[in-house]
């Protein structure tokens, strides 16, 4: 039986003292409670209040989802947390020069992501790793003197991925198993979960082989989620115990987050994003910037303009549906003009691209 109800679900008349768990909605989606991503997201704030530097690791083959993952995890978490935090997003280079990387930061509560460290024994010699080790000890006394809250996020390929030291974290999410993965995984989280991580594989073949699969929530009972749709199939560990979640991406949660894309530091040829902008509003102002960017926002589905603009736009969609007028009738009626023009870079300017 397959179920995606939003009601409690009973069980058959034969086990009729017992319940299968409660399906809920998320923003429209059916997914089952106890599957829940922001319960794993409650948990890692709470212990954060109690501790000056919490670590989460992500691990899963390459394209398996963990840097979007990442993403999900720390807008979720400064979003939903008491204390304001903010997002840094760092490569590997950044963590092996982890001391540098924590000078250049103001004194604030952060999550720091690393993306991608698999490798990094290989590229990193015994002293640089040293020296992560020591900068994470003193992560929390930042430049000028202030104790903060870190929340460090690392993703890396597989579970003995990282030195020792590092990869000890007080939570886990695993996106995907592969077949030299699993004996690692039963081995670190213990005997008793070969079964959960065995059936984590398969749910994730069959997500990836046909764009669905079926998670066991009852003894005949099964719940269907849509790949990507807009979830993923994920494994949480809490060092007290494994169970199943679903995640989405970051911008199915908000589309847009101010403070994740300030966490995006580095742009077009290294420039900031302070750097980029500033750029863009000397080239056409701060006002002519700014409306071309809530139009752009507009064109991909994206609304940012006011409320009696919003209902002018709903009302003439209306007419255009209704064919009580044409947009061109429209446009003559108010002698709007197509604007014909190019874009012209000078040569000093990072987009600049010579002709061919």
């Given at each position: 039986?397959?179920?995606?109800?939003?009601?409690?679900?009973?069980?058959?008349?034969?086990?009729?003292?017992?319940?299968?768990?409660?399906?809920?909605?998320?923003k429209g989606q059916n997914m089952v409670r106890h599957h829940s991503f922001l319960s794993t997201i409650n948990e890692i704030i709470a212990w954060s209040l109690d501790s000056d530097v919490t670590k989460v690791g992500i691990v899963g083959e390459p394209s398996s989802g963990k840097s979007?993952?990442?993403?999900?995890?720390?807008?979720?978490?400064?979003?939903?947390?008491?204390?304001?935090?903010?997002?840094?997003?760092?490569?590997?280079?950044?963590?092996?020069?982890?001391?540098?990387?924590?000078?250049?930061?103001?004194?604030?509560?952060y999550i720091l992501v690393f993306d991608d460290l698999s490798f990094l024994g290989a590229d990193a010699n015994k002293k640089q790793i040293d020296m992560i080790k020591q900068a994470e000890t003193t992560i929390r006394h930042l430049p000028g003197g202030q104790d903060v809250k870190i929340i460090l996020i690392y993703n890396y390929h597989y579970t003995l991925g990282l030195d020792k030291y590092l990869r000890q974290a007080h939570f886990f999410y695993y996106t995907t198993i592969g077949s030299q993965e699993r004996e690692n995984m039963v081995n670190f989280l213990g005997k008793k979960y070969q079964g959960l991580i065995e059936r984590f594989r398969q749910y994730r073949v069959q997500a990836v082989a046909h764009k669905h699969w079926l998670m066991k929530i009852g003894p005949k009972e099964q719940f269907?989620?849509?790949?990507?749709?807009?979830?993923?199939?994920?494994?949480?560990?809490?060092?007290?115990?494994?169970?199943?979640?679903?995640?989405?991406?970051?911008?199915?949660?908000?589309?847009?987050c101010p403070v994740c894309t300030i966490g995006k530091s580095i742009n077009i040829d290294g420039q900031t994003?302070?750097?980029?902008?500033?750029?863009?509003?000397?080239?056409?102002?701060?006002?002519?910037?700014?409306?071309?960017?809530?139009?752009?926002?507009?064109?991909?589905?994206?609304?940012?303009?006011?409320?009696?603009?919003?209902?002018?736009?709903?009302?003439?969609?209306?007419?255009?549906?209704?064919?009580?007028?044409?947009?061109?009738d429209l446009a003559n009626y108010y002698k709007i003009v197509i604007t014909k023009t190019k874009l012209r870079l000078k040569p000093n300017d990072p987009l600049y691209e010579p002709p061919r």
């Amino acid at each position: 039986m397959i179920i995606q109800s939003t009601k409690l679900i009973q069980k058959s008349k034969q086990t009729s003292n017992t319940q299968l768990p409660t399906v809920i909605k998320w923003k429209g989606q059916n997914m089952v409670r106890h599957h829940s991503f922001l319960s794993t997201i409650n948990e890692i704030i709470a212990w954060s209040l109690d501790s000056d530097v919490t670590k989460v690791g992500i691990v899963g083959e390459p394209s398996s989802g963990k840097s979007t993952l990442a993403e999900a995890i720390a807008h979720a978490t400064h979003k939903r947390a008491k204390i304001p935090f903010a997002v840094r997003v760092f490569a590997k280079e950044q963590l092996m020069n982890f001391k540098q990387t924590l000078a250049e930061l103001q004194p604030a509560n952060y999550i720091l992501v690393f993306d991608d460290l698999s490798f990094l024994g290989a590229d990193a010699n015994k002293k640089q790793i040293d020296m992560i080790k020591q900068a994470e000890t003193t992560i929390r006394h930042l430049p000028g003197g202030q104790d903060v809250k870190i929340i460090l996020i690392y993703n890396y390929h597989y579970t003995l991925g990282l030195d020792k030291y590092l990869r000890q974290a007080h939570f886990f999410y695993y996106t995907t198993i592969g077949s030299q993965e699993r004996e690692n995984m039963v081995n670190f989280l213990g005997k008793k979960y070969q079964g959960l991580i065995e059936r984590f594989r398969q749910y994730r073949v069959q997500a990836v082989a046909h764009k669905h699969w079926l998670m066991k929530i009852g003894p005949k009972e099964q719940f269907m989620y849509k790949y990507r749709q807009p979830f993923i199939p994920v494994l949480f560990y809490n060092n007290l115990s494994l169970r199943f979640i679903v995640t989405p991406t970051r911008h199915w949660i908000d589309e847009i987050c101010p403070v994740c894309t300030i966490g995006k530091s580095i742009n077009i040829d290294g420039q900031t994003l302070e750097e980029v902008v500033k750029a863009a509003e000397e080239k056409y102002t701060t006002r002519g910037f700014i409306s071309a960017l809530k139009l752009k926002l507009f064109v991909n589905g994206l609304t940012t303009y006011g409320k009696t603009t919003v209902k002018t736009l709903k009302y003439l969609d209306l007419l255009l549906e209704k064919k009580a007028v044409s947009l061109e009738d429209l446009a003559n009626y108010y002698k709007i003009v197509i604007t014909k023009t190019k874009l012209r870079l000078k040569p000093n300017d990072p987009l600049y691209e010579p002709p061919r």
